[in-house]
T-cell receptor
Framework: EAGVTQFPSHSVIEKGQTVTLRCDPISGHDNLYWYRRVMGKEIKFLLH????????ESGMPNNRFLAERTGGTYSTLKVQPAELEDSGVYFC??????????????FGAGTRLSVL | GEDVEQSLFLSVREGDSSVINCTYT??????LYWYKQEPGAGLQLLTYIFSNMDMKQDQRLTVLLNKKDKHLSLRIADTQTGDSAIYFCAVADQAGTALIFGKGTTLSVSS
């Protein structure tokens, strides 16, 4: 069974540009989460999808960030326009959402975003 | 809000035991987790413990939970150089969904 996959693994962009990160959750997992770790700080929650619906987006830093999960499968996180402080590692995680261990979250390898 | 604290660094010799400690402020999390991040890799779920347990053992790993003191620890027996990584403690928020992480403990194992 494939794990959580994220693309790209690394993105280098200039300030003001747009970047779109993609996450494919584990097949059959209804819950999908985005987190990020900026330099020297903790890993912080951004938002949570249940299928295609945004359940909790309290961690989204501002309206330059837009997350979607059309069809309830993969998700994208778009940053437009990117600022220097957006640099960091963006992690995606998924969980079953039902049954035993429904909330156990499995993470992808992350996307390292560098804004210059 | 919820806060999770860990020491930042731990250095041990190969073959010794490693103990990584974590304290948290909110005890409503059903599960408490340890994740491992090797250099250049993502977050790997290492182990987790159900909140009504005091201890969980899985091969070389032992997790101890003291709910009264809000203290979680991870013990790695016979630490190997391949155990060198960053270890993150995490608990769920009050809604039970978002994970709250500590800053991570960098474990360095010397031969």
């Amino acid at each position: 069974e494939a794990g959580v996959t994220q693309f790209p693994s690394h993105s280098v962009i200039e300030k003001g540009q747009t970047v779109t990160l993609r996450c494919d959750p584990i097949s059959g997992h209804d819950n999908l989460y985005w987190y990020r770790r900026v330099m020297g700080k903790e890993i912080k929650f951004l938002l949570h999808f249940v299928k295609e619906s945004k359940q909790d987006e309290s961690g989204m830093p501002n309206n330059r960030f837009l997350a979607e999960r059309t069809g309830g499968t993969y998700s994208t996180l778009k940053v437009q326009p990117a600022e220097l402080e957006d640099s960091g590692v963006y992690f995606c995680a998924s969980s079953k959402g039902r049954g035993a261990s429904k909330n156990i979250q499995y993470f992808g390898a992350g996307t390292r975003l560098s804004v210059l | 809000g919820e806060d999770v604290e860990q020491s930042l660094f731990l250095s041990v010799r190969e073959g010794d035991s490693s103990v990584i400690n974590c304290t948290y402020t909110d005890s409503s999390s059903t599960y408490l987790y340890w994740y491992k991040q090797e250099p250049g890799a993502g977050l790997q779920l290492l182990t987790y413990i159900f909140s009504n347990m005091d201890m969980k053992q899985d091969q070389r790993l032992t997790v101890l939970l003291n709910k009264k003191d809000k203290h979680l620890s991870l013990r790695i027996a016979d630490t190997q150089t391949g155990d060198s990584a960053i270890y993150f403690c995490a608990v769920a928020d009050q809604a039970g969904t978002a994970l709250i992480f500590g800053k991570g403990t960098t474990l360095s194992v010397s031969s």
